[in-house]
Nanobody, 115 residues
Framework: QVQLVESGGGLVQAGGSLTLTCTPS????????IDWYRQASGKQRESVATINSGGSTNYRDSVKGRFTISRDIAKNTVSLQMNSLKPEDTAVYYCRTEWGGSDYWGQGTQVTVSS
């Protein structure tokens, strides 16, 4: 099993920045990937960004150039730096990984962007 703990959410004005952090219970270099997902009220959960064990990253189009996913191997954390935030970025943000054929999710952290 893998436990994932997110932190760093909050309320920010449009144009502002936030950094989310995901801390897994296993070493991030042993995990094939860690994703950040988000779910806005009344909408489906969607992938935001991914970082794999080799450090390669991928982003959904709507956040490219604004969000950056990165990892700190020494601290065993994966971060999502979010800049130029927009009201449409408001959602609960989750980190996710896979281990032993099962998906694992964190509890989520709320991000609210006011206009």
């Amino acid at each position: 099993q893998v436990q994932l703990v997110e932190s760093g959410g909050g309320l920010v004005q449009a144009g502002g920045s936030l950094t989310l952090t995901c801390t897994p219970s296993k070493s991030i270099i042993r995990l094939n990937f860690i994703d950040w997902y988000r779910q806005a009220s009344g909408k489906q959960r969607e992938s935001v960004a991914t970082i794999n064990s080799g450090g390669s990253t991928n982003y959904r189009d709507s956040v490219k150039g604004r969000f950056t996913i990165s990892r700190d191997i020494a601290k065993n954390t994966v971060s999502l730096q979010m800049n130029s935030l927009k009201p449409e970025d408001t959602a609960v943000y989750y980190c996710r990984t896979e281990w032993g054929g099962s998906d694992y999710w964190g509890q989520g952290t709320q991000v609210t962007v006011s206009s």
